[in-house]
C-alpha cells in the first residue's frame, strides 16, 4: 500500500472534544457538552500558560521609545484620530469628553496614535487635546487594551541604537522599587515588568531619546477555542498532550472513576511535550582553572 503522502492531519475543537469525551467512556451528543468542554480546553490554555509552556506563541515587539517616558504597555495600544500630525511625542493627550489620560509614545501614521496605558476609557468621536502642543483631533476609535492584556510574560530585550544591540537587564519588583532616582535619563539597562491585567514593562534609566527602539520577546497567550468548528493555535506535537489533558480535565465533571488514569496520563504527555519544546543549541564547557594547582 502506498503512503497517503499527506501532512495535514488537524483536529478541529470539536474532534478534540470527541475524542476525550470517548477517553472518559461518555458520548458526546449535546450543545452543552460541546460549551463545557470548550470552557475547560480554555482552562487548559491557561494551565499551560501558567506551567511555562506556549513557545511557539513568542513574539519579538520593537518597542520605539519615547525621551522620558519609562512605563510602556507590553504590546500596542494604538487609537485611531483624525489627525495625529500637530500632537508631539510624549505629550499627555487627555478627552474632552471621557476626561482620560495618557502619553502618546509614537505617531505610526498620520491617522493613529500609540499610548501609554490610559488612566480611564477614551471614548470614540470625542476630541482629545495635547498638554503641550494644545494640539485638538477627534477619536474616530477607542483604545484596545486586547493586545497588551494577551500577554503572558517577557523572556528578554535588548536596546537598539545605531543598529547595535546592548542587552537590557531584567530586575525584581524590589530592585526598581529601590532605585533612587527613576527620573534618571540616559539609554536604557534595566526593565522590570509589572505584570497587571494590563502589563507594564518600566524601563530605567529614562529614555534621553525618541530614537531607541527598545526590542523584546514576549509570550502570548494561545487563542482561544470560542466554536466547535475552530483549529487550534499548537503545533502537531502537542495534539496528544492537548487531548489528555482535555480528556482529564472532563473527568473532573463527567467521569470521576475515571479521573486518577487520566490525570496520570496527561502528566505524562505533557512532561514529554515540555521536554520536546525547548531552545536545541549547543552548550560549550570550559573549565575554571582557579584551583588547578601547578604539576611538577
Known amino acids: ?44 490554555f ?7 509552556l506556549n513557545r511557539w506563541t513568542i513574539k519579538q515587539v520593537s518597542q520605539t521609545v519615547a525621551s522620558g517616558i519609562t512605563d510602556y504597555p507590553v504590546g500596542a495600544i494604538t487609537m485611531s484620530v483624525s489627525a495625529s500630525g500637530s500632537f508631539s511625542i510624549a505629550e ?15 505617531k505610526p501614521t498620520t491617522t493613529s496614535l500609540t499610548l501609554t ?27 484596545s487594551l486586547e493586545d497588551p492584556q494577551s500577554t503572558v510574560d517577557i523572556l528578554s530585550g535588548v536596546v537598539r541604537r ?25 539609554r536604557p539597562t534595566q526593565f522590570y515588568v509589572d505584570r497587571q491585567i494590563t502589563p507594564i514593562v518600566k524601563i530605567w534609566p529614562a529614555p534621553e531619546n525618541s530614537t531607541d527602539i527598545f526590542i523584546y520577546d514576549r509570550l502570548v497567550r494561545i487563542d482561544d477555542a470560542d ?9 502537531f506535537r502537542f495534539y496528544p498532550c ?4 482535555l480528556a482529564y480535565y472532563m473527568s473532573l465533571k463527567r467521569a470521576p472513576d475515571r479521573i ?20 536545541k543549541a549547543n552548550i560549550n564547557l570550559v573549565p575554571s582553572y582557579t584551583f588547578v594547582s601547578a604539576v611538577s
Open 1 to 44: 500500500m502506498a503512503v497517503s503522502g499527506s501532512k495535514d492531519f488537524e483536529p478541529n475543537v470539536a474532534e478534540y472534544i470527541e475524542e476525550a469525551f470517548e477517553r472518559c467512556g461518555i458520548e458526546f451528543r449535546t450543545g452543552y457538552d460541546a460549551k463545557t468542554a470548550r470552557r475547560s480546553l480554555n482552562l487548559l
Open 46 to 52: 491557561a494551565d499551560w500558560a501558567n506551567r511555562g
Open 92 to 106: 499627555t493627550i487627555s478627552g474632552g469628553t471621557s476626561g482620560a489620560t495618557a502619553s502618546i509614545i509614537t
Open 117 to 143: 496605558v490610559p488612566v480611564g476609557t477614551f471614548s470614540s468621536g470625542e476630541t482629545i487635546t495635547g498638554g503641550t502642543s494644545g494640539a485638538t483631533t477627534a477619536t474616530t476609535s477607542t483604545a
Open 162 to 186: 545605531s543598529n547595535s544591540d546592548i542587552s537590557i537587564t531584567r530586575v525584581s519588583r524590589d530592585d526598581y522599587l529601590t532605585i533612587a532616582n527613576k527620573s534618571t535619563t540616559g
Open 227 to 235: 466554536a466547535s468548528v475552530n483549529t487550534l493555535d499548537i503545533p
Open 242 to 245: 492537548l487531548t489528555a489533558g
Open 260 to 279: 486518577q488514569i487520566l490525570k496520570g496520563l496527561y502528566e505524562e504527555e505533557f512532561q514529554r511535550a515540555a521536554d520536546e519544546d525547548r531552545d
